[in-house]
T-cell receptor
Framework: GEQVEQRPPHLSVREGDSAFIICTYT??????FYWYKQEPGAGLQLLMS?????DRKEEQGLTVLLNKKDKRLSLNLTAAHPGDSAVYFC?????????????FGQGTVLSVIP | NAGVIQTPRHKVTGKGQEATLWCEPI?????VFWYRQTIVQGLEFLTY????????DSGMPKERFSAQMPNQSHSTLKIQSTQPQDSAVYLC????????????FGSGTRLLVI
């Protein structure tokens, strides 16, 4: 089945700097990609979803890049602030017909230092 | 829109007891998912309902775990004879059925088996 690797597991940046997280996946048929943010004691908040016909998507200080050839998905968080401190997960949707389950990366704990 | 509602938020149960976790999906969402989150295993898919019918339970431990969706407004995850290794955060998510719909996650139920 699909496998998703995410790195780094921990990331510490200073306020105003960028934070870059990368995921690789294994199934070239995968078509739907997601980035989630999880704050302590909370569920998963969707940051951005990307379909496979998109190489780059930017929203509100976040940039998602999708490299289908290398099966790589990245999230760049520009001008980080302390409120961005959380755990970030990438996820891909199962490409097989009829099944919508997500496979998640292991998560990145982001700390933004004031 | 109150989002996906999970109850209880926290549950402590003794080893060998039964635990029932509840999920109320967003009204109109016909797809409901259960995931388990632990430090060691990360986010793991458990089971998926579509229009109340079980579609994929490949992630459910074969013994002691069961899930139902008796009506479109709630789903339950039941764990019989709980064990310490069942301690985790159990997350419920819902979405529209079509494949390019985004998931909405609940805040989760934190289960502690002592």
């Amino acid at each position: 089945g699909e496998q998703v690797e995410q790195r780094p597991p921990h990331l510490s940046v200073r306020e105003g700097d960028s934070a870059f997280i990368i995921c690789t996946y294994t199934d070239s048929a995968t078509a739907y990609f997601y980035w989630y943010k999880q704050e302590p004691g909370a569920g998963l908040q969707l940051l951005m979803s990307v379909f496979s016909n998109v190489d780059r998507k930017e929203e509100q200080g976040l940039t998602v890049l999708l490299n289908k050839k290398d099966k790589r998905l990245s999230l760049n968080l520009t001008a980080a602030h302390p409120g961005d401190s959380a755990v970030y997960f990438c996820a891909v949707r199962d490409p097989t017909g009829g099944n919508n389950k997500l496979t998640f990366g292991q998560g990145t704990v982001l700390s933004v230092i004031p | 829109n109150a989002g996906v509602i999970q109850t209880p938020r926290h549950k402590v149960t003794g080893k060998g007891q039964e635990a029932t976790l509840w999920c109320e999906p967003i009204s109109g969402h016909s797809a409901v998912f259960w995931y388990r989150q632990t430090i060691v295993q990360g986010l793991e898919f458990l089971t998926y309902f579509r229009n109340q019918a079980p579609i994929d339970d490949s992630g459910m431990p074969k013994e002691r775990f069961s899930a139902q969706m008796p009506n479109q407004s709630h789903s339950t995850l039941k764990i019989q004879s709980t064990q310490p290794q069942d301690s985790a955060v159990y997350l419920c998510a819902s979405s529209l059925v079509d494949r390019n719909s985004d998931y909405t996650f609940g805040s989760g139920t934190r289960l502690l088996v002592i």
